[in-house]
T-cell receptor
Framework: EAQVTQNPRYLITVTGKKLTVTCSQN?????MSWYRQDPGLGLRQIYY???????DKGDVPEGYKVSRKEKRNFPLILESPSPNQTSLYFC?????????????FGPGTRLTVL | GQSLEQPSEVTAVEGAIVQINCTYQ??????LSWYQQHDGGAPTFLSY????GLEETGRFSSFLSRSDSYGYLLLQELQMKDSASYFC??????????FGKGTKLSVIP
């Protein structure tokens, strides 16, 4: 089954404790992206990657890191989480320059930073 | 930068037709996408317009006018399960994708 998976789905942590949210896709997509969703603000892009070892900042990259060592995986790293990073996070993937610009989203990770 | 404006809430009756508008201001424009998101769920792709005109997919249609920087999503024969948030988004899938803040559609009996 074609899908984007994220882990963990739910996480409660404390300020300053490094964490990683994993994202994996099995569709051989070149493009992967991370978004955060906050009430009243919609989805905002954090980072995106157009292929292995190619990443770029989105609209709200501060406080986040990413890596793309393999095509299928795109982990999101919070080196020192803060309460303002409490949010719902989505990973997404798509083919590059597809006829239909369809992004496939993972199920989301709800993060709470105390 | 990009910005997209859409109404925050819309209410419509089951069986009716509803139109959700989206206006955009962008420094570069690739196309307009529409996504549906049910409460607690992930966004799912509905439609994409790269060129002016209407795209139809079953009960859903999407329209784009580049000259007016405007698009809309049209939902026909509304069903209760269509109650969800709908987002317009600008950009190609392989570039920076900017989303509007979403329109919460409530379908009432």
């Amino acid at each position: 089954e074609a899908q984007v998976t994220q882990n963990p789905r739910y996480l409660i942590t404390v300020t300053g404790k490094k964490l990683t949210v994993t994202c994996s896709q099995n569709m051989n997509h070149e493009y992967m992206s991370w978004y955060r969703q906050d009430p009243g603000l919609g989805l905002r892009q954090i980072y995106y990657s157009m292929n292995v070892e190619v990443t770029d900042k989105g609209d709200v990259p501060e406080g986040y890191k990413v890596s793309r060592k393999e095509k299928r995986n795109f982990p999101l790293i919070l080196e020192s989480p803060s309460p303002n990073q409490t949010s719902l996070y989505f990973c997404a993937s798509s083919f590059l320059a597809g006829e239909k610009d369809t992004q496939y989203f993972g199920p989301g990770t709800r993060l709470t930073v105390l | 930068g990009q910005s997209l404006e859409q109404p925050s809430e819309v209410t419509a009756v089951e069986g009716a037709i509803v139109q959700i508008n989206c206006t955009y201001q962008t420094s570069g424009f690739y196309g307009l996408s529409w996504y549906q998101q049910h409460d607690g769920g992930a966004p799912t792709f509905l439609s994409y317009n790269a060129l002016d005109g209407l795209e139809e997919t079953g009960r859903f249609s999407s329209f784009l006018s580049r000259s007016d920087s405007y698009g809309y999503l049209l939902l026909q024969e509304l069903q209760m399960k269509d109650s969800a948030s709908y987002f317009c988004a600008e950009g190609a899938g392989s570039y920076q994708l900017t989303f509007g803040k979403g329109t919460k559609l409530s379908v009432i009996p």
